[in-house]
Protein backbone atom coordinates (compact mmCIF):
# COMPACT_ATOMS: atom_id res chain seq x y z
CA UNK A 1 0.00 0.00 0.00
CA UNK A 2 0.85 3.43 -0.55
CA UNK A 3 1.52 5.85 1.50
CA UNK A 4 0.20 9.24 1.63
CA UNK A 5 3.91 11.03 1.31
CA UNK A 6 4.40 8.56 -1.76
CA UNK A 7 1.28 9.53 -2.93
CA UNK A 8 1.74 13.43 -2.85
CA UNK A 9 5.24 13.24 -4.70
CA UNK A 10 3.79 10.90 -7.14
CA UNK A 11 1.06 14.14 -8.11
CA UNK A 12 3.50 16.57 -8.23
CA UNK A 13 5.98 14.10 -10.62
CA UNK A 14 3.07 13.72 -12.20
CA UNK A 15 2.04 17.43 -12.16
CA UNK A 16 5.59 18.75 -12.98
CA UNK A 17 5.17 16.58 -16.35
CA UNK A 18 1.67 17.14 -17.49
CA UNK A 19 2.26 20.92 -17.04
CA UNK A 20 4.75 22.24 -19.28
CA UNK A 21 3.51 24.26 -22.66
CA UNK A 22 3.43 23.17 -25.92
CA UNK A 23 5.89 25.00 -28.12
CA UNK A 24 6.35 25.06 -31.77
CA UNK A 25 9.66 26.44 -32.92
CA UNK A 26 10.73 27.23 -36.67
CA UNK A 27 13.31 29.16 -37.82
CA UNK A 28 14.74 27.68 -41.53
CA UNK A 29 17.14 30.93 -42.04
CA UNK A 30 20.08 30.45 -44.54
CA UNK A 31 22.72 31.32 -41.61
CA UNK A 32 23.22 28.74 -38.95
CA UNK A 33 24.20 31.43 -36.36
CA UNK A 34 20.38 32.68 -36.86
CA UNK A 35 18.94 29.07 -36.15
CA UNK A 36 21.85 28.54 -33.05
CA UNK A 37 20.64 31.55 -31.11
CA UNK A 38 16.57 30.36 -31.51
CA UNK A 39 17.49 26.62 -30.72
CA UNK A 40 19.34 27.78 -27.63
CA UNK A 41 16.04 28.91 -26.25
CA UNK A 42 14.15 26.07 -27.86
CA UNK A 43 16.47 23.78 -25.96
CA UNK A 44 16.45 25.24 -22.38
CA UNK A 45 12.43 25.50 -22.86
CA UNK A 46 12.80 21.84 -22.87
CA UNK A 47 14.99 20.96 -19.77
CA UNK A 48 12.89 23.13 -18.06
CA UNK A 49 10.01 20.42 -18.54
CA UNK A 50 7.92 21.95 -21.90
CA UNK A 51 7.74 20.34 -24.97
CA UNK A 52 9.14 21.72 -27.27
CA UNK A 53 9.19 21.12 -31.40
CA UNK A 54 12.07 22.84 -33.33
CA UNK A 55 11.57 22.71 -37.05
CA UNK A 56 14.86 23.82 -38.66
CA UNK A 57 17.65 22.39 -41.74
CA UNK A 58 19.98 21.29 -39.42
CA UNK A 59 19.66 18.18 -37.34
CA UNK A 60 20.00 17.70 -33.80
CA UNK A 61 23.23 16.21 -32.66
CA UNK A 62 22.33 15.63 -29.12
CA UNK A 63 19.22 14.33 -28.09
CA UNK A 64 16.93 15.79 -25.42
CA UNK A 65 13.87 15.00 -23.45
CA UNK A 66 10.90 16.74 -24.05
CA UNK A 67 12.38 18.20 -27.24
CA UNK A 68 11.78 16.82 -30.63
CA UNK A 69 13.59 18.16 -33.94
CA UNK A 70 12.27 18.16 -37.67
CA UNK A 71 14.78 18.34 -40.00
CA UNK A 72 13.59 19.96 -43.58
CA UNK A 73 16.11 19.51 -45.56
CA UNK A 74 16.59 22.44 -48.01
CA UNK A 75 19.55 23.27 -50.70
CA UNK A 76 22.71 24.45 -49.90
CA UNK A 77 23.15 28.05 -50.04
CA UNK A 78 26.45 28.99 -48.45
CA UNK A 79 28.34 28.19 -51.97
CA UNK A 80 25.75 30.28 -54.75
CA UNK A 81 24.65 32.87 -51.84
CA UNK A 82 27.97 34.10 -50.68
CA UNK A 83 30.31 32.74 -52.86
CA UNK A 84 31.04 36.69 -54.84
CA UNK A 85 31.39 37.91 -51.24
CA UNK A 86 35.30 36.58 -50.98
CA UNK A 87 36.67 37.98 -54.59
CA UNK A 88 34.18 41.24 -54.35
CA UNK A 89 34.49 43.45 -51.33
CA UNK A 90 32.50 46.06 -52.78
CA UNK A 91 29.14 47.63 -51.34
CA UNK A 92 27.74 46.63 -54.83
CA UNK A 93 28.44 43.03 -53.94
CA UNK A 94 27.20 43.00 -50.50
CA UNK A 95 23.83 44.36 -51.96
CA UNK A 96 23.66 41.48 -54.30
CA UNK A 97 24.00 39.18 -51.61
CA UNK A 98 20.67 40.07 -49.29
CA UNK A 99 18.12 39.89 -52.30
CA UNK A 100 19.97 36.10 -52.50
CA UNK A 101 19.79 35.32 -48.91
CA UNK A 102 16.45 36.34 -48.73
CA UNK A 103 14.73 34.46 -51.41
CA UNK A 104 16.84 31.27 -49.89
CA UNK A 105 15.08 31.81 -46.60
CA UNK A 106 11.68 32.47 -48.01
CA UNK A 107 12.02 28.86 -50.12
CA UNK A 108 13.63 27.49 -47.20
CA UNK A 109 10.12 28.69 -45.10
CA UNK A 110 7.97 27.95 -47.72
CA UNK A 111 9.23 23.94 -48.25
CA UNK A 112 9.05 23.85 -44.54
CA UNK A 113 5.53 25.04 -43.49
CA UNK A 114 4.28 22.14 -46.98
CA UNK A 115 6.36 19.39 -45.16
CA UNK A 116 4.95 16.52 -44.56
CA UNK A 117 5.79 15.79 -40.98
CA UNK A 118 5.57 19.65 -40.40
CA UNK A 119 1.92 19.38 -42.01
CA UNK A 120 0.79 16.73 -39.37
CA UNK A 121 1.63 18.23 -36.17
CA UNK A 122 0.11 21.40 -36.81
CA UNK A 123 -3.43 19.59 -38.06
CA UNK A 124 -2.62 16.68 -35.08
CA UNK A 125 -1.39 18.72 -31.91
CA UNK A 126 -2.03 21.63 -30.01
CA UNK A 127 0.66 24.09 -29.07
CA UNK A 128 0.46 26.88 -26.34
CA UNK A 129 3.08 28.87 -28.50
CA UNK A 130 4.25 29.73 -31.79
CA UNK A 131 8.17 30.62 -32.04
CA UNK A 132 9.96 32.02 -35.20
CA UNK A 133 12.70 33.87 -36.42
CA UNK A 134 13.23 36.99 -38.59
CA UNK A 135 14.01 36.04 -41.80
CA UNK A 136 10.99 34.36 -43.50
CA UNK A 137 8.41 35.87 -40.97
CA UNK A 138 5.16 35.13 -43.02
CA UNK A 139 5.74 31.82 -40.65
CA UNK A 140 4.09 33.58 -38.67
CA UNK A 141 0.99 33.10 -40.38
CA UNK A 142 0.83 29.43 -38.68
CA UNK A 143 -0.65 31.07 -35.72
CA UNK A 144 -3.76 31.13 -37.73
CA UNK A 145 -4.13 27.31 -37.47
CA UNK A 146 -3.00 26.86 -33.74
CA UNK A 147 -4.62 29.52 -32.53
CA UNK A 148 -1.73 30.10 -30.49
CA UNK A 149 0.57 33.60 -29.33
CA UNK A 150 3.79 34.20 -31.26
CA UNK A 151 7.18 35.21 -29.90
CA UNK A 152 9.79 36.87 -32.21
CA UNK A 153 13.70 35.74 -31.58
CA UNK A 154 15.79 38.32 -33.86
CA UNK A 155 19.67 37.06 -33.55
CA UNK A 156 20.75 40.72 -34.33
CA UNK A 157 20.11 43.84 -32.85
CA UNK A 158 16.59 45.92 -33.26
CA UNK A 159 16.35 46.62 -36.22
CA UNK A 160 13.42 47.99 -38.67
CA UNK A 161 11.70 45.20 -39.59
CA UNK A 162 11.83 43.94 -35.85
CA UNK A 163 10.95 47.19 -34.20
CA UNK A 164 7.48 47.64 -36.65
CA UNK A 165 6.11 44.24 -34.90
CA UNK A 166 6.01 45.94 -31.61
CA UNK A 167 5.74 49.50 -32.78
CA UNK A 168 9.19 50.08 -30.99
CA UNK A 169 11.04 53.86 -31.35
CA UNK A 170 13.78 54.30 -32.79
CA UNK A 171 14.74 57.78 -32.71
CA UNK A 172 17.33 59.02 -35.68
CA UNK A 173 19.03 61.59 -33.65
CA UNK A 174 19.65 59.34 -30.52
CA UNK A 175 19.88 55.75 -31.95
CA UNK A 176 22.66 54.54 -34.21
CA UNK A 177 21.04 51.93 -37.10
CA UNK A 178 22.84 48.89 -35.78
CA UNK A 179 23.66 48.53 -39.83
CA UNK A 180 26.03 51.56 -39.45
CA UNK A 181 27.45 51.85 -35.93
CA UNK A 182 27.78 55.21 -36.06
CA UNK A 183 29.41 56.37 -32.35
CA UNK A 184 26.35 57.76 -29.69
CA UNK A 185 26.22 60.56 -28.81
CA UNK A 186 26.12 61.34 -32.72
CA UNK A 187 27.16 64.51 -34.18
CA UNK A 188 25.49 66.19 -37.08
CA UNK A 189 27.39 64.38 -39.79
CA UNK A 190 26.23 60.81 -37.97
CA UNK A 191 23.06 62.02 -37.83
CA UNK A 192 22.60 62.57 -41.22
CA UNK A 193 25.04 59.26 -42.67
CA UNK A 194 22.09 58.04 -39.66
CA UNK A 195 19.02 59.26 -41.63
CA UNK A 196 20.29 58.11 -45.16
CA UNK A 197 21.33 54.61 -43.93
CA UNK A 198 17.70 54.46 -42.52
CA UNK A 199 16.22 55.59 -45.36
CA UNK A 200 18.25 52.79 -47.63
CA UNK A 201 17.07 50.40 -44.41
CA UNK A 202 13.44 50.72 -45.06
CA UNK A 203 13.78 50.62 -48.67
CA UNK A 204 15.32 46.76 -48.19
CA UNK A 205 12.18 45.97 -45.56
CA UNK A 206 9.71 47.10 -47.42
CA UNK A 207 11.06 44.87 -50.72
CA UNK A 208 11.03 41.91 -47.54
CA UNK A 209 8.17 42.35 -46.19
CA UNK A 210 6.79 42.61 -50.48
CA UNK A 211 8.44 39.40 -51.30
CA UNK A 212 7.36 37.75 -48.64
CA UNK A 213 3.50 38.57 -47.98
CA UNK A 214 3.50 36.96 -51.49
CA UNK A 215 4.06 33.95 -49.87
CA UNK A 216 1.69 34.19 -47.33
CA UNK A 217 -1.10 35.44 -49.48
CA UNK A 218 -0.78 32.11 -50.89
CA UNK A 219 -0.85 30.03 -47.92
CA UNK A 220 -3.48 32.05 -45.94
CA UNK A 221 -5.93 34.11 -48.79
CA UNK A 222 -7.37 37.12 -47.70
CA UNK A 223 -10.84 36.97 -46.46
CA UNK A 224 -10.01 33.58 -44.74
CA UNK A 225 -7.09 34.73 -42.68
CA UNK A 226 -6.14 37.88 -40.96
CA UNK A 227 -3.36 39.88 -43.84
CA UNK A 228 -0.23 39.81 -43.37
CA UNK A 229 0.52 43.32 -41.80
CA UNK A 230 -2.01 42.23 -38.95
CA UNK A 231 -0.44 39.03 -38.13
CA UNK A 232 3.12 40.45 -37.78
CA UNK A 233 1.77 43.85 -35.84
CA UNK A 234 -0.11 40.78 -33.54
CA UNK A 235 3.14 39.76 -32.29
CA UNK A 236 3.23 39.49 -28.55
CA UNK A 237 7.40 39.74 -27.91
CA UNK A 238 10.34 39.91 -30.15
CA UNK A 239 13.37 38.94 -28.05
CA UNK A 240 16.49 41.01 -29.49
CA UNK A 241 20.23 39.55 -29.29
CA UNK A 242 21.66 42.82 -27.83
CA UNK A 243 22.54 44.36 -24.64
CA UNK A 244 22.68 48.13 -23.92
CA UNK A 245 26.36 47.60 -22.28
CA UNK A 246 27.59 46.41 -25.84
CA UNK A 247 25.79 49.01 -27.62
CA UNK A 248 23.89 52.49 -27.32
CA UNK A 249 21.35 53.05 -24.46
CA UNK A 250 17.75 53.37 -26.24
CA UNK A 251 14.19 53.16 -25.57
CA UNK A 252 11.82 49.84 -25.54
CA UNK A 253 8.60 49.05 -25.49
CA UNK A 254 7.69 46.22 -22.77
CA UNK A 255 7.03 43.76 -26.06
CA UNK A 256 10.45 43.87 -26.94
CA UNK A 257 13.60 42.39 -24.56
CA UNK A 258 17.06 42.52 -24.56
CA UNK A 259 18.67 38.90 -24.53
CA UNK A 260 22.62 39.84 -25.13
CA UNK A 261 24.60 36.59 -25.32
CA UNK A 262 21.14 34.21 -25.51
CA UNK A 263 22.95 30.98 -26.99
CA UNK A 264 26.62 31.70 -24.38
CA UNK A 265 26.06 28.95 -21.73
CA UNK A 266 27.13 30.02 -18.21
CA UNK A 267 28.69 26.60 -17.62
CA UNK A 268 30.67 25.15 -21.03
CA UNK A 269 30.07 21.88 -22.07
CA UNK A 270 33.06 19.12 -22.00
CA UNK A 271 35.02 19.47 -25.80
CA UNK A 272 34.94 16.46 -27.61
CA UNK A 273 37.87 14.16 -27.00
CA UNK A 274 40.17 15.63 -29.96
CA UNK A 275 39.41 19.29 -29.18
CA UNK A 276 40.00 19.01 -25.28
CA UNK A 277 43.60 16.95 -25.92
CA UNK A 278 45.12 19.68 -28.61
CA UNK A 279 43.66 22.71 -26.53
CA UNK A 280 44.69 21.39 -22.81
CA UNK A 281 48.49 20.32 -24.73
CA UNK A 282 49.01 23.56 -25.99
CA UNK A 283 51.50 25.16 -23.80
CA UNK A 284 51.62 28.62 -25.36
CA UNK A 285 47.37 28.68 -25.37
CA UNK A 286 45.56 28.27 -28.84
CA UNK A 287 43.87 30.49 -31.26
CA UNK A 288 40.22 30.04 -32.40
CA UNK A 289 39.72 31.07 -36.36
CA UNK A 290 36.55 31.11 -37.84
CA UNK A 291 34.61 33.32 -40.25
CA UNK A 292 31.33 32.02 -38.88
CA UNK A 293 28.47 29.74 -40.81
CA UNK A 294 28.07 31.55 -43.96
CA UNK A 295 31.41 31.99 -45.43
CA UNK A 296 33.20 29.63 -46.69
CA UNK A 297 37.30 29.44 -45.47
CA UNK A 298 37.74 26.95 -48.58
CA UNK A 299 37.10 30.05 -50.93
CA UNK A 300 39.54 32.37 -49.95
CA UNK A 301 41.71 33.55 -52.71
CA UNK A 302 45.02 31.55 -53.01
CA UNK A 303 47.08 34.72 -52.46
CA UNK A 304 45.13 35.58 -49.26
CA UNK A 305 45.04 32.22 -47.71
CA UNK A 306 48.83 32.10 -48.35
CA UNK A 307 49.47 34.91 -45.67
CA UNK A 308 47.09 33.49 -43.45
CA UNK A 309 49.00 30.32 -43.27
CA UNK A 310 52.15 31.81 -43.82
CA UNK A 311 51.61 34.11 -40.70
CA UNK A 312 50.17 31.43 -38.04
CA UNK A 313 52.52 29.00 -38.96
CA UNK A 314 54.61 31.23 -37.45
CA UNK A 315 53.24 31.85 -34.17
CA UNK A 316 54.03 29.64 -30.79
CA UNK A 317 50.39 29.30 -30.55
CA UNK A 318 48.43 26.43 -31.74
CA UNK A 319 45.10 27.15 -34.18
CA UNK A 320 42.22 25.56 -34.32
CA UNK A 321 40.39 26.23 -38.14
CA UNK A 322 36.77 26.16 -39.06
CA UNK A 323 37.42 25.31 -42.52
CA UNK A 324 34.89 23.64 -44.73
CA UNK A 325 36.44 20.66 -46.59
CA UNK A 326 39.10 17.30 -45.86
CA UNK A 327 42.20 19.42 -46.70
CA UNK A 328 43.73 22.34 -46.13
CA UNK A 329 46.83 23.13 -48.99
CA UNK A 330 50.11 23.57 -47.58
CA UNK A 331 48.42 23.10 -44.17
CA UNK A 332 50.80 23.74 -40.90
CA UNK A 333 51.14 21.08 -38.18
CA UNK A 334 50.46 24.04 -35.50
CA UNK A 335 46.68 24.30 -37.20
CA UNK A 336 43.86 21.97 -36.33
CA UNK A 337 40.98 21.53 -39.10
CA UNK A 338 37.67 21.26 -37.97
CA UNK A 339 33.95 21.37 -40.10
CA UNK A 340 32.18 22.38 -37.26
CA UNK A 341 33.27 23.85 -33.90
CA UNK A 342 31.22 24.08 -30.35
CA UNK A 343 32.92 27.82 -30.40
CA UNK A 344 31.05 29.15 -27.48
CA UNK A 345 32.86 25.68 -25.55
CA UNK A 346 36.03 26.73 -27.14
CA UNK A 347 36.26 30.46 -26.08
CA UNK A 348 35.38 29.39 -22.49
CA UNK A 349 38.88 27.42 -22.29
CA UNK A 350 41.23 29.05 -20.38
CA UNK A 351 44.00 28.70 -23.03
CA UNK A 352 42.07 30.57 -25.82
CA UNK A 353 43.92 33.58 -26.29
CA UNK A 354 42.66 35.44 -29.26
CA UNK A 355 39.79 34.89 -31.71
CA UNK A 356 40.09 35.70 -35.52
CA UNK A 357 36.49 36.34 -36.57
CA UNK A 358 34.59 38.40 -39.27
CA UNK A 359 32.36 39.92 -36.87
CA UNK A 360 29.15 38.08 -36.10
CA UNK A 361 26.91 39.79 -33.37
CA UNK A 362 26.81 36.21 -32.05
CA UNK A 363 30.55 35.46 -31.87
CA UNK A 364 31.34 39.05 -30.65
CA UNK A 365 29.18 38.00 -27.82
CA UNK A 366 30.61 34.88 -26.73
CA UNK A 367 33.83 36.23 -27.10
CA UNK A 368 32.72 39.26 -25.14
CA UNK A 369 31.07 36.78 -22.39
CA UNK A 370 34.46 35.05 -22.02
CA UNK A 371 36.85 37.70 -21.96
CA UNK A 372 39.08 36.80 -24.72
CA UNK A 373 40.42 39.70 -27.85
CA UNK A 374 39.62 40.19 -30.79
CA UNK A 375 41.09 39.97 -34.57
CA UNK A 376 38.50 40.99 -37.13
CA UNK A 377 37.70 41.20 -40.67
CA UNK A 378 34.57 41.87 -41.65
CA UNK A 379 33.01 40.98 -44.72
CA UNK A 380 28.55 42.41 -44.94
CA UNK A 381 26.03 43.46 -42.92
CA UNK A 382 26.46 44.49 -39.24
CA UNK A 383 29.78 42.76 -38.94
CA UNK A 384 31.99 45.64 -39.80
CA UNK A 385 30.19 47.81 -37.36
CA UNK A 386 30.62 45.38 -34.84
CA UNK A 387 33.96 45.27 -35.35
CA UNK A 388 34.12 49.14 -35.52
CA UNK A 389 32.90 49.14 -31.78
CA UNK A 390 34.68 46.65 -30.55
CA UNK A 391 38.12 47.97 -31.66
CA UNK A 392 37.01 51.62 -30.18
CA UNK A 393 36.46 49.35 -26.76
CA UNK A 394 39.94 48.84 -27.10
CA UNK A 395 39.88 44.45 -27.42
CA UNK A 396 40.47 44.37 -30.95
CA UNK A 397 42.23 45.39 -33.78
CA UNK A 398 40.46 45.16 -37.63
CA UNK A 399 42.34 43.55 -40.97
CA UNK A 400 40.35 44.66 -44.07
CA UNK A 401 40.00 41.46 -45.61
CA UNK A 402 40.59 43.66 -48.98
CA UNK A 403 43.58 44.60 -47.75
CA UNK A 404 44.67 41.58 -46.07
CA UNK A 405 48.60 40.63 -46.57
CA UNK A 406 51.18 38.74 -44.64
CA UNK A 407 52.13 42.02 -43.21
CA UNK A 408 49.25 43.49 -42.20
CA UNK A 409 47.85 40.44 -40.72
CA UNK A 410 51.42 39.72 -38.88
CA UNK A 411 51.02 42.78 -37.50
CA UNK A 412 47.53 42.79 -36.16
CA UNK A 413 47.94 39.46 -34.57
CA UNK A 414 51.31 40.49 -33.23
CA UNK A 415 49.39 43.18 -31.54
CA UNK A 416 46.87 41.65 -29.53
CA UNK A 417 49.02 38.88 -28.41
CA UNK A 418 51.89 40.58 -27.39
CA UNK A 419 49.94 43.70 -25.95
CA UNK A 420 48.25 42.43 -22.84
CA UNK A 421 46.13 45.72 -22.81
CA UNK A 422 43.78 43.99 -25.34
CA UNK A 423 42.93 40.48 -23.47
CA UNK A 424 42.70 43.23 -20.31
CA UNK A 425 39.90 45.41 -21.52
CA UNK A 426 38.47 42.36 -22.91
CA UNK A 427 38.10 41.04 -19.11
CA UNK A 428 36.70 44.40 -17.54
CA UNK A 429 34.33 44.13 -19.86
CA UNK A 430 33.27 41.19 -19.68
CA UNK A 431 32.54 41.29 -16.26
CA UNK A 432 30.35 44.63 -16.99
CA UNK A 433 28.72 42.26 -19.72
CA UNK A 434 27.79 39.59 -17.27
CA UNK A 435 26.68 41.73 -14.56
CA UNK A 436 23.31 41.28 -14.69
CA UNK A 437 19.97 40.56 -12.52
CA UNK A 438 19.49 37.58 -14.48
CA UNK A 439 20.81 35.39 -17.23
CA UNK A 440 20.18 36.23 -20.46
CA UNK A 441 18.37 32.66 -21.38
CA UNK A 442 16.80 33.28 -17.98
CA UNK A 443 15.86 36.57 -19.06
CA UNK A 444 14.04 34.68 -22.66
CA UNK A 445 12.44 31.99 -20.52
CA UNK A 446 10.87 34.28 -17.92
CA UNK A 447 9.08 36.61 -21.02
CA UNK A 448 8.41 33.83 -23.45
CA UNK A 449 6.71 31.80 -20.48
CA UNK A 450 5.08 35.20 -19.22
CA UNK A 451 3.55 35.42 -23.06
CA UNK A 452 1.96 32.12 -22.59
CA UNK A 453 0.82 31.99 -19.18
CA UNK A 454 -1.48 35.27 -20.24
CA UNK A 455 -2.64 34.20 -23.28
CA UNK A 456 -0.46 36.90 -25.86
CA UNK A 457 0.11 39.15 -22.96
CA UNK A 458 -2.18 41.86 -24.81
CA UNK A 459 -1.48 44.33 -22.37
CA UNK A 460 1.95 44.52 -23.33
CA UNK A 461 0.88 45.50 -27.02
CA UNK A 462 2.20 49.29 -27.99
CA UNK A 463 -0.83 51.50 -28.40
CA UNK A 464 1.19 53.24 -31.72
CA UNK A 465 0.47 50.17 -34.05
CA UNK A 466 -2.49 51.41 -34.04
CA UNK A 467 -2.02 54.82 -35.21
CA UNK A 468 -0.82 55.59 -38.94
CA UNK A 469 1.72 58.17 -39.33
CA UNK A 470 0.11 61.27 -39.07
CA UNK A 471 -1.43 60.02 -35.64
CA UNK A 472 1.76 58.80 -34.39
CA UNK A 473 3.43 62.11 -34.18
CA UNK A 474 0.72 64.45 -33.67
CA UNK A 475 0.48 65.54 -37.10
CA UNK A 476 -3.50 65.64 -36.93
CA UNK A 477 -3.47 67.65 -33.57
CA UNK A 478 -1.33 70.05 -34.51
CA UNK A 479 -3.13 70.80 -38.37
CA UNK A 480 -6.43 70.67 -35.63
CA UNK A 481 -4.87 73.63 -33.43
CA UNK A 482 -3.57 75.66 -36.43
CA UNK A 483 -6.34 76.17 -37.88
CA UNK A 484 -8.31 76.31 -35.05
CA UNK A 485 -5.84 79.30 -34.48
CA UNK A 486 -6.10 80.37 -37.91
CA UNK A 487 -9.85 80.54 -38.19
CA UNK A 488 -9.77 81.84 -33.85
CA UNK A 489 -7.31 85.18 -35.57
CA UNK A 490 -9.44 85.60 -38.32
CA UNK A 491 -12.82 86.17 -36.28
CA UNK A 492 -11.25 88.19 -34.04
CA UNK A 493 -9.57 90.52 -36.98
CA UNK A 494 -13.16 90.23 -38.57
CA UNK A 495 -14.78 91.26 -35.32
CA UNK A 496 -12.24 94.17 -34.65
CA UNK A 497 -12.75 95.59 -38.27
CA UNK A 498 -16.22 95.53 -37.43
CA UNK A 499 -16.46 97.02 -34.25
CA UNK A 500 -13.29 99.90 -35.96
CA UNK A 501 -16.01 100.58 -38.85
CA UNK A 502 -18.85 100.86 -36.00
CA UNK A 503 -16.93 103.58 -34.05
CA UNK A 504 -16.15 105.28 -37.32
CA UNK A 505 -19.61 105.70 -38.44
CA UNK A 506 -20.43 106.81 -35.48
CA UNK A 507 -17.70 109.70 -35.24
CA UNK A 508 -18.90 110.87 -38.84
CA UNK A 509 -22.56 110.68 -38.06
CA UNK A 510 -21.00 113.18 -34.53
Not at 166 to 180: D, E, F, Y
Not at 334 to 363: E, S, T, Y
Not at 394 to 422: C, H, M, P, Q, R
Request: with cysteine; hydrophobic share 45%; proline share 6%.
Amino acid sequence: MTSPIGIAFLLVATLSVTSGYRILSINMSPSRSHIIVQEALAKELARRGHHVTMVSPHPSKYPLESYRHIAVPVADWQKDGMKGIMTDQSAWEMVKAFPKMNRMALEAANISIHYPEVQRIIKEEKFDLLMVGLMGDFLLGISNWIGAPTVVVNPNAAMHMTNEMVGNPSPLATVPNPIRGMPSPMNFINRLNNLLITFLEHVFALYFKHTSEQFYDSIFPRGQFPSYKEVRQNVSLVLVNQHFTKSSPRPYVPAIVEVGGLQVKQTADPLPDDLQKWTDEAENGFILFSLGTNLLSSTIPKEKLEALINTLSKLKQRVIWKWDTEHMPNKPDNILLKKWLPQDDILAHKGCRLFVMHGGLGGVAEALYHGVPLLGMPFFGDQQSNIAAVEKEGWAVTVKFSDLTEATFSAAINEVLLNASYTQKAKQLSELYRDRPQSALDTAVFWTEYVIRHKGARHMRYPGLDLNFFQKNMLDVVAVLIVSVYIAVKVIWFACIKVCKRKQSKLKIK
